[in-house]
């Protein structure tokens, strides 16, 4: 049962995506990342500075101000509070399914089905699952990338001003969201079009490259409108980092997150779970029509080419393979429209009972050694593997009765086993991800006028969380007690792998101890 009801596809991803985004008030914001980019956008409103970002007093340099600007805009309409901030990435998420179907429409225009069924595809694929409710900057440039793919298609179709245009758009705005890495992710589509252009149809490679390159400019150039004023008041570091340190050169010569060319590919399958644990999906990659569908060529050279790109830049962490997921739903959407009748049942129960066998793992978990060591999993119940458990039956139950797998039954069944594991993950790990006490204490302590420092490197986890007004000191461990010693009376913050005593504040956070203690306190542990 592929799509019997073309309503119920069409409209039906939106009540998903509302369960999905309910998710925002069963969990806290997660630090380090997203507290760090609520911090900064808390921060510019503050100051009602929306030119240059700021954390902690200091010039933020590490992204651009898209996202930020878009929180403030929540703020306007709804006020500043949490809620609204972390909205922004829920409805990031909804523009991308909608621009997945629009792209699906140009590339297939005579196939309904495929534009149906690709949003269902990407709503549900783990890694997007995942982080399309974070307040992150990978959804958000995702979309920046589906305007440019837009771009393409229609520049191929007649289309130029409107193409071009939708590409030199999608190159500013994907500058603004994350900077220069949205080249990563559409010159190679771009570049590479003799190789997805329908084989017959004319091609004028001068224009076509002339036109790429003038709207390349054109984007760049609405980035610039931004840059070169914050570069001017930001100051000449904060120039350097925007313009060169946080863009090509992070690119080649960062070590942060540094990992080996072949880090991505084992993760590959988890990422585009469950549809990997699908035969009807691998039955249909061997009889990819490369050659007779443009579509096919388009979403694979865009796929392949920036899973390539990423592998052999050094900085990788898994959140930046997101925009390259509208590629996969599309792909699949389009190879599986035509692969409903050919699968049997027993190749269609192997996703359900894979859903099974992942309710099973969770309740077993707590007994496994190698995961009973972790002090959340040690708190684990039964509800979360049972509630997994029985999502995986019920889809096999539907399987069984239609002899054939669902795809929108697969989608609802992912959004609810994720939006049913938030809550249990963030119940089982208590204050372990949930800062807000900390933060609320440290608010605290600022309204005193006392004086607080932390210890080590700080990244804003407690700015918005306390709503903060004044900057927190950073000292290094070497200075600890120096700054103890001229602030018996002020706090000092630190994270630490062991459990303290004798200290004023403390709770877990990850596996760590996160500590607030007086000067006094920390001068006291130094003489025992």
Request: hydrophobic share 50%.
């Amino acid at each position: 049962m592929m799509i019997n009801n073309s309503q119920l596809a069409r409209w039906g991803i939106l009540p998903l995506w509302l369960l999905l985004t309910f998710s925002i008030f069963l969990r806290t914001p997660t630090p380090i990342d997203e507290t760090r980019y609520l911090s900064v956008a808390w921060e510019m409103w503050l100051r009602q500075d929306f030119l240059v970002p700021y954390l902690n007093g200091e010039t933020y340099s590490h992204k651009p101000p898209l996202l930020f600007w878009l929180i403030q805009l929540s703020w306007s309409l709804f006020g500043v509070n949490e809620w609204a901030a972390r909205l922004v990435g829920p409805v990031c998420a909804l523009l991308n399914l909608y621009l997945t179907r629009s792209l699906a429409k140009q590339l297939w225009p005579d196939k309904e089905k495929v534009a149906l069924l690709a949003p269902w595809i990407l709503i549900a694929t783990l890694l997007w699952t995942l982080f399309a409710t974070a307040t992150m900057f990978d959804i958000l440039l995702s979309n920046c990338v589906l305007l440019g793919m837009l771009g393409l298609v229609n520049a191929t179709q007649g289309k130029e001003v409107k193409g071009w245009s939708f590409f030199a758009l999608a190159i500013g705005l994907g500058l603004l969201a994350k900077g220069p890495v949205i080249f990563v992710h559409l010159l190679p589509v771009a570049l590479l079009m003799p190789v997805w252009i329908e084989k017959n149809q004319s091609k004028n490679y001068s224009r076509w490259y002339s036109y790429q390159f003038i709207a390349i400019l054109s984007g760049a150039l609405i980035a610039l409108i931004w840059a070169i004023p914050a570069a001017i008041q930001g100051g000449e570091a904060y120039a350097n980092a925007i313009l060169w340190s946080q863009t090509a050169n992070r690119a080649v010569t960062t070590h942060i997150h540094a990992r080996p060319f072949w880090w991505y590919f084992p993760f590959l399958p988890l990422f585009i779970f469950p549809w990997v644990a699908w035969p009807r999906m691998w039955k249909c990659l061997i009889g990819l029509p490369w050659k007779q569908d443009t579509g096919v060529r388009f979403c694979s050279v865009w796929f392949i080419s920036c899973l390539l790109i990423f592998s052999l830049i050094q900085s990788k962490q898994v959140h930046y393979l997101l925009p390259l997921l509208p590629a996969f739903s599309l792909l699949i959407a389009r190879l599986l429209m035509n692969a409903e009748k050919s699968a049997t049942l027993l190749s269609e129960l192997a996703l359900p009972l894979c859903f099974c066998a992942v309710g099973l793992f969770l309740i077993l978990m707590p007994s496994m050694t190698t995961f009973a060591k972790l002090s959340w999993v040690q708190t684990m119940d039964f509800v979360w593997g049972g509630s997994v458990l029985s999502i995986g039956l019920a889809l096999l139950g539907i399987t069984l009765y239609f002899r054939q797998l669902s795809i929108l039954a697969v989608s609802t069944s992912v959004v609810l086993a994720i939006v049913i594991g938030f809550f249990c993950f963030f119940n089982y790990t208590g204050l372990a991800y949930n800062l807000k006490p900390a933060a609320e204490k440290l608010k605290d302590i600022q309204e005193h006028d006392m004086p607080v420092a932390y210890v080590g490197k700080y990244q804003g986890q407690f700015h918005f969380l306390g709503r903060l007004t004044h900057a927190i000191e950073i000292v290094e461990n070497g200075q600890a007690l120096s700054w103890a010693s001229a602030h018996p009376d002020g706090y000092l913050i630190s994270l630490e792998e062991k459990k303290a005593t004798n200290v004023s504040y403390i709770q877990g956070q990850r596996e760590r101890w996160l500590i607030f203690r007086t000067g006094q306190q920390t001068l006291q542990m130094q003489t025992k």
